[in-house]
């Protein structure tokens, strides 16, 4: 064996080597986790497919990672107020934004109105017939059967279905027949799958799902303004969460928003 070669042997077993080993191997850690540190997003569940898209696209374009976690809103917000690792929360509509904003676990500067949304009446399949909703008889046209909605005095959802089917007469009769589900996607799932015949859903859920069709779209009238306030959560990855807010709010993002039915509030 050569000397040269010896000495340098001799050296992997020394203790500054192993030292200086250690400290490059936590310095790498440590990189790495920056390379790979992003955000982890909340928001509503009928966000999903334009959101989905988007996120892909930020990732795509900048390497930053976005992690989405779907629900229905007040789910989330409760999750936010147990201390769930949210960094951005996006909300199907601005009440359980107020609870968090009330309770210091937002960035009140942050906040805005990212999106807005419309509620159609669905029914299983492609081709199912239209109706007016001033003069159709729901609850006769259910029968036996259940109308589909998320849970109408918690999700967002729910609640505006509940108001319009209130404003236009209609709730009385229905509300026996409603089947309520934890967020909207699921009760566009029940429709998907024909359990339920017709239900009450965002007009980007409909757009979302090829076994349904639309057969009627509620007044907007009849229900408050459907608006998806966004905001950085108080004790979150801020710099990167508005990052990634500013970037919804880009022309390409409101481009992937638009395609999949959404409109965006004015100013």
Same mark, same amino acid.
Do not use: C
């Given at each position: 064996?050569?000397?040269?070669?010896? +000495?340098?042997?001799?050296?992997?077993?020394?203790?500054?080597?192993?030292?200086?080993?250690?400290?490059?191997?936590?310095?790498?850690?440590?990189?790495?986790?920056?390379?790979?540190?992003?955000?982890?997003?909340?928001?509503?569940?009928?966000?999903?497919?334009?959101?989905?898209?988007?996120?892909?696209?930020?990732?795509?374009?900048?390497?930053?990672? %976005?992690?989405?976690?779907?629900?229905?809103?007040?789910?989330?917000?409760?999750?936010?107020?147990?201390?769930?690792?949210?960094?951005?929360?996006?909300?199907?509509?601005?009440?359980?934004?107020?609870?968090?904003?009330?309770?210091? +676990?937002?960035?009140?500067?942050?906040?805005?109105?990212?999106?807005?949304?419309?509620?159609?009446?669905?029914?299983?399949?492609?081709?199912?017939?239209?109706?007016?909703?001033?003069?159709?008889? +729901?609850?006769?046209?259910?029968?036996?059967?259940?109308?589909?909605?998320?849970?109408?005095?918690?999700?967002?959802?729910?609640?505006?279905?509940?108001?319009?089917?209130?404003?236009?007469?209609?709730?009385?009769?229905?509300?026996?027949? %409603?089947?309520?589900?934890?967020?909207?996607?699921?009760?566009?799932?029940?429709?998907?799958?024909?359990?339920?015949?017709?239900?009450?859903?965002?007009?980007?859920?409909?757009?979302?799902?090829?076994?349904?069709?639309?057969?009627? %779209?509620?007044?907007?009238?009849?229900?408050?303004?459907?608006?998806?306030?966004?905001?950085?959560?108080?004790?979150?990855?801020?710099?990167?969460?508005?990052?990634?807010?500013?970037?919804?709010?880009?022309?390409?993002?409101?481009?992937?928003?638009?395609?999949?039915?959404?409109?965006?509030?004015?100013?």
């Amino acid at each position: 064996m050569s000397a040269n070669l010896a +000495l340098f042997l001799n050296s992997l077993a020394s203790p500054v080597f192993r030292r200086t080993l250690a400290a490059a191997g936590v310095l790498i850690f440590i990189l790495a986790g920056q390379l790979q540190a992003g955000i982890t997003v909340f928001a509503a569940a009928s966000a999903k497919t334009a959101l989905d898209q988007a996120a892909a696209s930020y990732q795509a374009g900048t390497g930053r990672n %976005v992690t989405l976690s779907y629900a229905g809103s007040p789910a989330l917000a409760r999750q936010i107020q147990l201390g769930a690792p949210a960094d951005l929360f996006i909300s199907a509509n601005p009440g359980w934004m107020d609870v968090l904003q009330h309770e210091g +676990l937002i960035d009140e500067a942050s906040r805005r109105d990212l999106l807005a949304n419309s509620l159609v009446l669905i029914a299983h399949g492609r081709k199912a017939p239209r109706l007016d909703l001033e003069t159709a008889d +729901l609850a006769g046209l259910l029968g036996e059967r259940r109308l589909a909605m998320a849970l109408v005095d918690a999700v967002p959802a729910g609640i505006y279905g509940k108001a319009a089917l209130t404003a236009l007469g209609q709730w009385p009769d229905v509300a026996p027949k %409603v089947a309520q589900t934890a967020n909207v996607r699921a009760a566009l799932a029940l429709v998907a799958s024909g359990e339920a015949p017709i239900g009450v859903v965002y007009a980007t859920d409909a757009r979302a799902e090829a076994r349904v069709s639309v057969i009627a %779209v509620f007044p907007a009238d009849s229900h408050p303004p459907i608006l998806y306030p966004a905001a950085v959560v108080a004790d979150g990855n801020i710099t990167e969460a508005k990052a990634f807010l500013d970037y919804l709010q880009s022309q390409s993002a409101r481009e992937i928003f638009l395609q999949h039915g959404f409109r965006v509030p004015g100013p």
